[in-house]
């Protein structure tokens, strides 16, 4: 035994070394890491108060320009990401029938992401580095979106997330834009919220461990609520796919809070507000964008009627451009956008498509400093102004769940939380 | 699952020793791939896309992730169905240091990435030893849960390792964000070195006597016990040095990716590691590489697919089962003299189908792809037609893959029909008319399709026990000879 | 009750089988339009005002619809992918059941479009919602019908499997099925009928979940619910049915547990701790298998 291991030994060795002499002899690249750098661009007249990429970007050729997508088409997030993409396609096709830029038409490249934040990587580095594309739009979760900026910031593309709020993405670069609020404003809007409007004093928090999103949210919630003089009575967590929250419940019950703070999507929400009814945990249900689907009154039930979420727009809205973006978008798809998503796709888009043709730019990294520059665009889920640190300045709606849909019960005002 | 003597004897058969050759041989090896190394380093990697680059990269370490499963799964029996955990934990305990020290260390990144590859598989390693120590009570499928089970575990706590209330001594390795700020070190050759170093190590391991210790505990665990040798220690360096090789993969993977995010290894990642070990064929080396390779290229190649009307893949759905059952109807009366004839004659739609094959590849090398998917696609038409035309399989291979080809064409003509028949049928119509299916809608439909018509039409995996060498391809052109020469 | 079928298919067959998970979601989406048939066409229809009166008929048309269908689909799995690897290695058969899941997940999101998702409204259930006195603690009247059918079920399957001469030629095949043909017994026959058991068990399971909680439905649904099972099922023992209802409950208490203690971000990491810590003292699962450990 003793001879054989020594074998083993000595192949290893035999194998370690030479590994590590070519480790050391090969041309060892400087490393070139944009994240890092606070170096701002002075050839332009554009400053950014956010660290650049330092590339070169992609340029458009031939006659059409491309702009890439990319959207969870599979996977956990895929009522979202097929929304944004059904929203974005409107956006191009009404570009292209009104004539595109000067006759060139915008093509849009739409790649899956899986839901996965290395589907994610991939499909955009398909994007930047095959299809050569001028601006990345998407995603509506914050963790892939951030991989993807990743991948942008080599490349120098600009990126334009649809429903990522989490509130440290757009501190990656100054290539990070965003078509939606962030989970600062969010939290923040609805603790106050929970605060003054609802008078809670010791709410509960119910947190998805498995998003990104959720864990941002309600940490931001958590804050500000606490900031406000409120008390958290407990938090509790569970994983996206799970079906029975019975436990965490009760376990919330016994601290009998009142208020229920559920940062996570509505495919879990739907049964914990029947679950909360069923154990009699009665008190007023509180969340995030991520309720928003049509579908949340048949899966919550009646336990989800009288609950408040925050939302970017509501189909029902009055406003000239929901109305006509709702019956385009119904004459297009057939049914009425199911989530918000469809809206910030769109709006997303346009946020390019505006920069697009108001830059004329070729190449990608003009067209960066343009969507920077994007004032007062009249989107779907409001009046859209792209603000210093990249995200969207916009007043967002509460909304609460009655009996035949969604009720718009208050507007919030975009503003910035200071601590 | 029974070795054949013919491959124990052969690897018994290699082993004789003499110190000069074996030594020149072994430098010159080294020698070569350093060289090749470096070769790529300078020539190819400059040349390439990032997304070329993602696609190689990510073959690259699945091949050896397949390589490290197989491992434990082919070689040594073990049924391991966790070894994402592995990976993930490679990853995250490479990435955590890296991300924490590496800007302070003040260390070159040349020797950084190494010291953190050590640290990755010594980190696996240990989780190996975790698992490995209680699988020497478990057998088959508990085994197989258990592992599973340990996968889930690993990612569980990750993702609740957030710094938060609960974390664990308020650890933070970025929780379901995943963890952010690794360095970017991996070249496309490190990958390619330690592919090298797994291949290497299982092929080593399979030519000494060290390496029959562990097939005969595959084979058979009390015969193995009784002829000495300790099944119990085998298992357990197989799921260390299986686990060590995975950490290295990871380590890697995080240095690339620049974050390590949870959701990345989830189950299926196991489960798509296993599948490769399987459909390469349990315990050749060969196979492993081949399939991980193959699928990871096959699951981004697919994104290509073009968007179908849902009437025209219901219909040609429709009619390929047709076609199908019929055609094995009309298979099995023919017999007798006819059947000569008739497979005679199946070879033209045989020959006429490589034709396409290399045609689409040749089409396929003007279309606006990666050049790593084209380049496969075109290796993978090629070694079709190498493998249809080498005359031991000429007899049988080529009128089957005739016989698939006429059944195919059939199919395509007949959906015309069938679509008509579609559109007929109003309220079946109204429904699909309106819908049509994207690249993204049926990619992953086809790829699981693809796994299980493999698996049904090979179960034994496309090398089965076998590996490629100089003895393998002999063995090829000898048959041809001998089938050349009889009448 | 997903436990149930599995250890049936997995203790007659020795198959993990990936795609029983599916087959949940696959009942599940069946009772789902099955209620749709009837809720969303005219709501003052004499027929609907009826059945609104009478919810406990709708469930039981949702039961047997889903159990019927999950169990046609099952043996139409097992005649396609199953039966040509009979004799094929294990591993093969296991990567097949794992391409079948993964197949009938993502074509079958071809052909239900599953955006927005879609789930099982509460008016089709009101028992979910009303609760009764039982014992001292409050429950709903939906989960103690849960329990009833669950009981009734496993005593069902373990006269079938016990005492009829099907059940011993179950045992039979599951012990050794060259032997068993050999006796006369056709292996293929009893493992179609296991499959239309277990399947339709799994049909089940997935109709009462989905109409008792209401969660959305996509076709990624029953992948974790059909891991858990196959846990609990090893758990209480392979082949066990009483163990696999236990192996059931003892999961769904220890993981009720880690969530009062506080640590419910480890919700999922303890069904399977808790399998490694008792296969570890007990190999054969806790109330050993019916067959001598393998």
Redesign the interface.
């Known amino acids: 035994m003793n001879n054989?291991r020594k074998?083993?030994l000595a192949?290893?060795v035999?194998?370690i070394i030479?590994?590590?002499?070519?480790?050391?002899?090969?041309?060892?690249?400087t490393?070139t890491?944009g994240?890092?750098s606070n170096s701002v661009s002075t050839s332009d007249t554009f400053v950014s108060t956010r660290p650049l990429p330092e590339a070169t970007g992609n340029d458009a050729t031939g006659d059409t320009i491309k702009i890439g997508m990319i959207a969870s088409?599979?996977?956990?997030n895929?009522?979202w990401g097929?929304?944004s993409k059904k929203g974005a396609e409107l956006a191009v096709e009404e570009f292209n029938a009104a004539g595109g830029l000067d006759g060139k038409m915008v093509t849009l490249v739409?790649?899956?992401t899986?839901s996965?934040?290395?589907g994610g990587?991939?499909a955009t580095?398909?994007l930047?580095?095959?299809?050569k594309v001028l601006a990345v739009i998407g995603e509506v979760a914050?963790?892939i979106t951030?991989?993807a900026a990743?991948?942008c910031q080599?490349?120098g593309v600009p990126i334009v997330a649809v429903g990522a709020t989490?509130v440290d993405l757009t501190e990656k670069g100054g290539h990070v834009f965003r078509a939606c609020f962030t989970d600062n404003f969010q939290g923040a809007a609805l603790a106050k919220y929970a605060y003054d409007d609802l008078k809670c004093r010791n709410i509960a928090v119910l947190t998805d461990?498995?998003?990104?999103y959720s864990?941002?949210l309600s940490e931001m919630f958590t804050k500000v609520f606490v900031s406000l003089g409120g008390k958290i009575a407990t938090?509790?967590?569970?994983?996206a796919?799970?079906?029975?929250f019975?436990?965490?419940l009760?376990?919330i019950k016994s601290k009998t809070p009142d208020g229920l703070f559920c940062s996570g999507y509505?495919?879990e929400v739907?049964?914990i507000a029947?679950?909360r009814?069923?154990i009699?945990l009665n008190v007023p249900m509180l969340g995030g964008d991520g309720w928003d689907?049509?579908?949340l009154i048949?899966?919550?039930?009646?336990g989800i009627i009288g609950g408040c979420f925050m939302n970017h727009y509501h189909n029902s809205e009055k406003r000239p451009e929901v109305q006509d973006f709702v019956a385009k978008f119904t004459k297009k798809f057939?049914a009425e956008p199911?989530?918000a998503m469809g809206a910030l796709g769109y709006d997303a888009t346009n946020v390019v498509l505006t920069a697009l043709t108001s830059s004329k730019a070729t190449n990608s990294m003009n067209l960066l400093k343009a969507i920077a520059q994007v004032k007062d665009m009249k989107g779907v889920s409001g009046v859209i102004t792209i603000g210093p640190d990249g995200n969207a300045q916009k007043p967002a709606l509460i909304l609460k769940v009655e009996k035949g849909g969604f009720v718009a019960v208050k507007q919030v005002a975009f503003f910035e939380f200071k601590e | 699952m029974a070795a054949t003597p013919q491959t124990l004897v052969s690897s018994l058969s290699s082993t004789r020793y003499s110190a000069g050759k074996f030594w020149t041989t072994?430098v010159g090896t080294?020698v070569l791939?350093?060289a090749f190394?470096?070769a790529l380093?300078?020539f190819l990697t400059p040349n390439l896309?990032?997304?070329?680059?993602?696609?190689l990269v990510?073959s690259l370490l699945y091949a050896t992730l397949a390589v490290s499963l197989n491992l434990i799964n082919g070689i040594t029996g073990q049924f391991s169905m966790g070894h994402a955990a592995f990976y993930l934990s490679g990853a995250i305990i490479s990435g955590k240091i890296s991300s924490m020290y590496y800007?302070t260390a003040g260390v070159?990144?040349?020797?950084w990435?190494?010291l953190m590859v050590v640290v990755g598989a010594v980190g696996a390693a240990l989780i190996g030893l975790l698992v490995g120590i209680p699988s020497l009570r478990l057998r088959g499928d508990y085994l197989a849960v258990m592992t599973m089970g340990f996968g889930e575990i690993a990612r569980?706590i990750v993702?609740?390792q957030?710094g938060g209330?609960?974390a664990f001594g308020g650890l933070d390795l970025g929780?379901?964000?995943?963890l952010?700020?690794v360095?970017?070190l991996t070249?496309m050759?490190?990958l390619l070195?330690l592919l090298i170093?797994a291949i290497?190590?299982s092929r080593?391991l399979l030519k000494?006597?060290?390496g029959l210790s562990f097939l005969s505990v595959r084979e058979d665990e009390l015969a193995a016990d009784a002829t000495g040798v300790h099944s119990t220690r085998i298992k357990v360096t197989a799921f260390t040095i299986g686990a060590a090789i995975a950490g290295m993969a990871g380590a890697l993977f995080a240095h690339y990716?620049?974050?390590v995010?949870p959701?990345?290894f989830k189950m299926d990642v196991s489960f798509m590691l296993v599948a490769m070990v399987v459909i390469g064929g349990t315990g050749s080396i060969t196979g492993a590489v081949i399939s991980g390779v193959s699928l990871k290229v096959l699951e981004?190649g697919l994104?290509a697919l073009p968007g179908i009307s849902a009437t025209a893949l219901y219909g040609f759905l429709i009619a390929l089962i047709v076609t199908v059952l019929l055609a094995k109807q009309v298979f099995k009366r023919i017999e007798g003299p006819a059947r000569v004839t008739f497979d005679k004659a199946l070879i033209v739609p045989g020959l006429i189908g490589l034709g396409c094959a290399l045609f689409g590849a040749y089409r396929l090398w003007g279309a606006?792809?990666?050049v790593v998917i084209k380049v496969a696609f075109v290796v993978i038409a090629l070694a079709l037609n190498v493998a249809m035309l080498l005359p031991s399989s000429f007899r049988t291979a080529l009128p089957k893959f005739g016989g698939a080809m006429v059944v195919l064409a059939l199919a395509y003509g007949v959906s015309f029909g069938t679509q008509a028949l579609l559109h007929k049928i109003a309220p079946l119509a109204a429904v699909l008319d309106?819908i049509k299916y994207?690249?993204?809608?049926l990619?992953?439909a086809i790829f699981s399709l693809a796994l299980v018509i493999v698996m049904l039409n090979r179960p034994q995996g496309i090398m089965s026990h076998q590996e490629f060498s100089w003895d393998f391809i002999k063995g090829i052109f000898g048959k041809k000879k001998a089938i050349g020469v009889a009448p | 009750m997903i436990a149930l079928g599995y250890t049936m298919v997995y203790g007659v067959l020795r198959l993990i089988n990936f795609a029983h998970g599916d087959l949940y979601m696959v009942g599940a989406y069946l009772a789902y339009y099955t209620s749709m048939v009837w809720f969303t066409k005219d709501s003052s229809h004499p027929f609907t005002v009826w059945l609104a009166q009478h919810p406990i008929v709708l469930l039981l048309v949702m039961l047997v619809i889903a159990m019927v269908g999950t169990a046609a689909l099952g043996v139409t799995i097992e005649r396609l992918a199953y039966r040509p690897l009979r004799k094929a290695p294990r591993l093969s058969v296991l990567i097949t059941a794992v391409g079948i899941s993964l197949f009938m997940e993502?074509a079958g999101?071809l052909i239900v479009q599953?955006?927005?998702?879609?789930?099982?409204?509460?008016e089709i259930n009101p028992f979910?919602?009303s609760?009764v006195n039982f014992l001292g603690i409050?429950a709903?009247t939906f989960s103690l019908i849960v329990m009833g059918v669950v009981a009734f079920l496993m005593v069902t399957l373990w006269f079938i499997v016990t005492k009829t001469p099907t059940g011993r030629a179950m045992r039979a095949v599951s012990h050794d099925f060259q032997t068993a043909s050999l006796m006369g017994i056709n292996v293929d026959k009893i493992i179609v009928f296991t499959f239309v058991l277990g399947s339709a068990l799994a049909g089940a399971g997935g109709m009462l979940?989905a109409t008792n909680?209401?969660?959305?439905l996509?076709t990624?649904f029953g992948?974790?619910?059909g891991v858990k099972a196959f846990v609990a099922a090893v758990l209480g023992g392979i082949g066990n049915i009483p163990g696999a209802v236990a192996g059931g409950l003892i999961m769904?208490v220890s993981?009720?547990l880690v969530?009062?203690l506080?640590y419910?971000?480890y919700?999922?990491a303890v069904a399977f701790l808790l399998l490694i810590i008792i296969l570890l003292v007990k190999p054969s699962g806790l109330f050993g298998s019916v067959r001598d450990k393998v």
Not at chain 1, 73 to 76: F, I, M, T
Not at chain 1, 235 to 239: L, M, P
Not at chain 2, 49 to 55: A, L, Q, S
């Open positions: 054989k074998l083993t192949t290893l035999a194998l030479p590994a590590a002499a070519i480790l050391g002899g090969c041309p060892a690249k490393e890491n994240a890092t088409l599979n996977g956990e895929q009522p097929v929304d739409v790649e899956d899986q996965k934040p290395e990587k991939s580095e398909k930047v580095g095959q299809d914050s963790g951030l991989q990743d991948v080599e490349a989490r461990r498995k998003l990104p864990t941002g938090e509790e967590f569970y994983e796919g799970n079906i029975d019975k436990a965490q009760t376990n509505f495919t739907g049964p029947r679950q009814e069923q009699g689907s049509t579908k048949d899966s919550g039930g009646s057939g199911a989530t | 072994r080294f791939i350093a190394l470096y380093q300078l896309g990032i997304y070329d680059m993602r696609i990510n800007k070159p990144g040349w020797l990435l190494p569980v993702i609740n957030d209330k609960q929780g379901a964000y995943g952010q700020g360095p970017k070249e050759y490190h070195l170093v290497a190590l080593n000494t006597a060290h990716n620049r974050s995010s959701d990345d981004e994104r606006d792809m990666s309106p994207q690249a993204a809608d990619r992953w | 993502y999101r599953t955006s927005p998702q879609p789930s099982i409204v509460e979910a919602k609760t409050q709903t979940q909680y209401g969660t959305p996509n990624f992948v974790l619910p769904g993981e009720y969530v009062w506080g419910a971000g919700k999922d």
